[in-house]
């Protein structure tokens, strides 16, 4: 397994999803990030989180010079959200990262949304219900 920093736009992408949507926002909003008021901090956080992770896979240093730039972005749709959530979860999954409230917030975000792309498909209206 390799990690690596996620774009800007990965991070921005996934801010703006969760600025979007109220249940996301709160699980963050819990954990001390205000992503409605203060979506840099947010943002950063993740960034921060990732960073961690490379480090925690390749040793210390080596995201030095790394540095991020928050920009206010158009939310994305639910999938690509998702892919953008998920590409930022599997970078972040080295050491002890995973145990993190972060990201564990960001993947209930993943599979809240998740939930919401099936529960909109055509097949999982025509299933059976019971």
């Not at 961690?52 to 749709?77: I, M, N």
């Amino acid at each position: 397994m390799s990690a690596f920093v996620v774009e800007d736009s990965t991070i921005n992408k996934i801010v703006a999803a969760i600025r979007n949507d109220n249940y996301m926002t709160r699980l963050f909003e819990d954990l001390g990030y205000l992503p409605h008021h203060v979506p840099r901090n947010l943002a950063e956080a993740l960034f921060d989180m990732n960073c961690d992770a490379v480090e925690a896979r390749y040793g210390h240093g080596d995201t030095d010079g790394s540095q991020f730039t928050y920009k206010q972005v158009l939310c994305p749709t639910s999938v690509p959200a998702y892919k953008h959530m998920s590409c930022l979860l599997y970078q972040c999954s080295e050491g002890d990262i995973p145990t993190t409230p972060l990201y564990q917030a960001l993947e209930q975000c993943k599979s809240y949304l998740a939930s919401g792309i099936i529960s909109s498909l055509p097949e999982y209206e025509a299933a059976q219900w019971g």
